[in-house]
């Protein structure tokens, strides 16, 4: 089948990830994708055809590093550059499907007009429920000056349910949610969707490279690679490490770019057993964090919707124990503790209860290998991009 591929950021197929693999997996299943990505960076909107793959590069506004308000703003304006983009450079093409993710909510407008121009299904992958998402952190609320920007993106939000065909979740926990947040949604409309990447041999260890970024190498470490945003709770994570500093042979590293990063990084100075370091190139970052011991996830205690991070599955795939911090309503505890079998799970507004997952693992190493064994496993049969394709393939039929 034909494909439409819309994304709000520039997709990169040689970089390994959730987006690109699942790309580079139906390209691979003998279906035709034709990309089209919405960028700050790019210089010029202009349509790139290398014979390999077709691509419509939408040159949009920078929404990164700006305040709330004018980042809502530019979001709410997505939606008319690409349909008038599309209109403009793809109008004579033909599709079968249309696929987008969340975040943004507000594409919407250009699902209806493709969906019109080329009488096609869509296929909504939800990955971020907005604009509660930000209700939960504060950033907006749902009464005064901001409580008008929650009504517009609410109003989106539930455009984009409406005009998508299927709606795919990350876990149970998130469908249980959308269906009880917006009864107009009919249940046969929302399935299974797990975030999934094209599976591999597993990555060897190699603590030599652990020594070359000033750490030790015989010691337990826990790492954290990732978005360094408001999302991550990064307040309880600083402090949770802090507690953690005279515990003996244990180390954590810390991996990351965003908003908040300046802040986490400046507070975990002083800490003798924590390393700081920037984003890193995606081999190096595979490199590294295969020669870890404990894969970190961290969530805001204060979400109410049921977050389910991909980051997860670097450290699956590195056949990584998992050490989650997170709210009380994301199934990500279920998976670690008992699905996957892989890791120990606390409350990220419980720092003690941290300190007393670190020690579990410092005292419980020669588990480590099986509680890996086990997250590698369930990752390569329940979180591989085969699945998501025969989905896809499944609701065309």
Not at 30 to 39: E, K, T, W
Not at 250 to 277: H, P
Not at 321 to 340: G, M, N, S, Y
Request: charged content about 25%; hydrophobic content about 35%; aromatic content about 10%.
């Amino acid at each position: 089948m034909r494909i439409l591929y819309i994304s709000q950021c520039d997709l990169v197929l040689s970089n390994k990830g959730i987006y690109s693999d699942l790309i580079d997996k139906l390209c691979a299943s003998g279906h035709d994708v034709i990309l089209c990505c919405a960028d700050s960076k790019y210089k010029k909107t202009s349509l790139i055809d290398d014979n390999a793959l077709k691509k419509l590069e939408i040159k949009v506004p920078n929404q990164f590093g700006v305040n709330f308000i004018k980042k809502g703003l530019i979001i709410l304006s997505l939606e008319n550059i690409i349909k008038k983009n599309i209109k403009k450079f793809l109008k004579k093409e033909s599709f079968d499907l249309v696929i987008y993710a969340t975040p943004p909510i507000t594409f919407a407008g250009a699902i209806k007009y493709c969906k019109k121009q080329y009488n096609c299904k869509s296929y909504l992958m939800l990955k971020d429920i907005f604009p509660q998402n930000a209700v939960d952190l504060h950033m907006i609320s749902k009464t005064g000056i901001s409580g008008i920007l929650y009504k517009i993106f609410r109003k989106k939000e539930s455009a984009l349910y409406k005009v998508s065909d299927k709606i795919g979740c990350m876990s149970n926990a998130n469908i249980n949610y959308v269906l009880e947040h917006n009864s107009y949604i009919d249940e046969n409309k929302v399935e299974l969707f797990p975030n999934a990447i094209n599976c591999v041999d597993k990555i060897e260890k190699d603590k030599s490279i652990l020594e070359k970024i000033g750490l030790d190498k015989d010691k337990l470490t826990f790492i954290y690679g990732g978005n360094l945003g408001k999302p991550q709770g990064l307040d309880f994570l600083s402090n949770a490490i802090k507690a953690c500093e005279n515990i003996e042979k244990v180390q954590f590293v810390m991996i990351g770019s965003g908003s908040e990063k300046t802040k986490f990084f400046e507070s975990l100075e002083s800490v003798s057993n924590c390393k700081c370091l920037e984003r890193l190139p995606h081999d190096d970052y595979e490199k590294l964090c295969a020669s870890c011991d404990v894969g970190i996830i961290a969530l805001d205690y204060r979400f109410t919707i049921p977050n389910y991070p991909s980051r997860i599955l670097s450290y699956m795939s590195c056949s990584m124990p998992i050490l989650a911090c997170t709210d009380i309503v994301t199934d990500i505890k279920e998976l670690v503790e008992q699905e996957a079998n892989c890791g120990k799970w606390c409350y990220s507004d419980d720092i003690e209860g941290f300190v007393q997952c670190v020690k579990w693992f410092a005292e419980n190493q020669e588990k480590l290998q099986e509680l890996g064994n086990n997250a590698f496993h369930y990752m390569i049969n329940n979180f591989n991009t085969k699945i998501c394709v025969e989905k896809l393939e499944n609701f065309m039929q």
